[in-house]
């Protein structure tokens, strides 16, 4: 079983840039979509970020123009950067493969709080 590893979070102000990363140790990630998702408290948890293998990106409505996920397949490694942080961005982010039901055990996270 995959458990990837989150890290880059923090604390910043409104208006910020974090970049987030994603180690996930498998053989099959060059071929796996990947997706970035987060959870605010109180909420689902929610796809904002995907990347297929070929590397064509997708963004949910609220972060178009503000993050931008990438990979590196040799480093078998996810990121995104997060610009222009709003404090309704504030949530623990998660990579995982893109997909109905996602195929890696959901790891820690990152927490990401954008202050106002």
């Known amino acids: 079983q995959v458990q990837p590893v989150e890290s880059g979070g923090g604390l910043v102000q409104a208006g910020g840039s974090l970049r987030l990363s994603c180690a996930a140790s498998?053989?099959?990630?060059?071929?796996?979509?990947m997706g970035w998702y987060r959870q605010a408290p109180g909420k689902q948890r929610e796809l904002v970020a995907s990347?297929?293998?070929?590397?064509?990106?997708n963004y949910a409505d609220s972060v178009k123009g503000r993050f931008t996920i990438s990979r590196d397949n040799a480093k078998k490694m996810v990121y995104l950067q997060l610009n222009t942080l709003k404090p309704e961005d504030t949530a623990v982010y998660y990579c995982?493969?893109?997909?109905?039901?996602?195929?890696?055990?959901w790891g820690q996270g990152t927490q990401v709080t954008v202050s106002s």
């Open positions: 990347i297929t293998s070929g590397g064509t990106t």
């Open positions: 995982n493969t893109n997909s109905v039901n996602p195929i890696f055990i």
């Open positions: 498998t053989s099959i990630f060059r071929i796996s979509p």
